[in-house]
């Protein structure tokens, strides 16, 4: 024998079937996904579907000017009188201020959910007032308004809905309307007189007979346009979250890499695969701060991180400013390239002038440190090499990375070590020097030649242009 269920369960069952259509309803203005999204993104899709509202407004605004328009240009029929101008214009004129009204609080700020109810409900109402003004400005029987072609506008506001990405507010239109007609059918039913009602669809058609399964098949078709219009919105709003998701994140990951690195990723016309490369003339800048581990060691992490930020709020604008791009940063160094991403004729002469502009903006980072609080006078090492490179994507089907690989690359990581051993903030190889000249670089600060060196992790001896302090 099964126990009768206590007044609570009962209450928490009938709470049960009650929810089910709220949670359906608030389900159809989610993104359909089971996680609930960042509130940044909510943030952005919100600012949609502001932008959205602002929209309707519009249209509703045209449409107001367009039938009004068209009222005043159409003939009179010739039974109508000139009483017929009265519901017209006094529902436009209401309809346009309501409009105006709207517009402005979109502006201003977002429409609450219960001012957009009731802007469908005056929307509803004002269009069957005018339907149901029909039949007492031509002095016919209630039917005769069932008939009028103005009904069909009732499928603008629906649609007009549509302009904001959420099926909630078309499924509420839609059913506004649905039960705005059967209103409007029942008036019409209640105020005919015995014999109005008929099964004849020539009676129907031909006088103020009322054909109920007509009727029906309006209002059938009003909930069956509102279903399939909230079926492809709810899909477009799927669509529309996920592609504010994947742009918020491309927009965020960018800033991960450098510009032209992301610009190759994202107008990739093929899948990115590891292995993939190109051979380019380009010339490598490696950068690094002088005795930054034993600073490192001497103060706290956070001074550590505001050291660095801001050395690369510097060194990233000029690298980027001579066409350069970050390859990586490796601790307190930079690695860039000049020509890898996207060919020219200069890289070695970009590097150059990119390698000079930071050496002159120490004494402005030392400001900037000693702003902070932070007294220690750190120095930054530089170093060019340029030739050929491969510019490759390099990893394995899970991670990948673009990198500039090739002799440039190490030569110029050896030279910057080098830097210590000469006594020097700056090194680049005589022939890299060279090609700088070549190509256009005009040298501003004082240089001196070293020639025949013998350079940690090379074979035989190079010849250098040392940039002094």
Known sequence: MTDEPTPRKRKGRARSRVGGPFRLFRYLGSSGSVEPLPNRIQRLVLIEEE????????????????????????????????????PVTVALGIYFVFTLMRIAMSRMSILPGWFLFISMVV???????????????????????????????????????????????VITQGVLAAIGWIVVVGFAIEGSPPGTITRSFTEYLGG??????????????????TA????????????????????????DMR???????????????????????????????????????????????????????????????????????IDK????????????????????????????????????WHAALAGRGIDEKLHIN????????????????ERLEYTVIGEPANLAAKLEKHNKAEGCVGLVDAATYTSALEQGYQPHRAVRTLDGRAVAGTLGEIDLVAYDP
């Open 51 to 86: 932008r959205s509202e602002r929209l309707i407004g519009w249209v509703q605004l045209a449409v107001v000017a367009t039938f009004a328009t068209l009222y005043s240009l159409a003939p009179r029929p010739a039974d109508a009188g000139m009483t017929m101008l009265e």
């Open 228 to 251: 399939i219009l909230a079926l492809v919105l709810w899909r477009a709003r799927a669509t529309l979250i996920t592609a504010i998701s994947e742009s918020t994140a491309t927009r």
């Open 123 to 169: 929307d509803t109402a004002m269009l069957f007032g005018l339907i149901w003004s029909f039949h007492i400005h031509y002095d016919q029987p209630p039917a005769f308004s069932l008939k009028v072609p103005t009904f069909m506008y009732i499928f603008v506001f629906i649609v007009v809905r549509a302009l904001r990405f959420d099926p909630r507010y």
């Open 255 to 325: 800033r991960f890499l450098s510009e032209g690195v992301a610009d190759v990723i994202t107008s990739s016309e093929r899948e990115l695969v590891a292995g993939n490369g190109v051979e380019r003339d380009a010339a490598v800048l490696m950068l690094d701060i002088r005795s930054f581990t034993p600073f490192a060691t001497s103060v706290s992490p956070h001074r550590v991180v505001e050291a660095l930020t801001l050395y690369h709020g510097l060194v990233v604008p000029i690298v980027e400013r001579h066409d350069g791009v």
């Open 329 to 364: 940063f490796l601790g307190d160094g930079v690695m860039a390239s000049f020509g890898a991403v996207s060919p020219t004729d200069r890289p070695a002469a970009q590097a150059l002038a990119a390698l000079e502009e930071i050496l002159d903006v120490v004494p402005k």
């Open 382 to 397: 530089g170093a060019v090499a340029a030739g050929r490179i491969v510019f490759a994507t390099i990893g394995n089907e």
């Open 208 to 225: 103020n007979a009322i054909l109920i399964g007509a009727e029906f098949d309006k209002v059938f078709v009003i909930l069956l346009v």
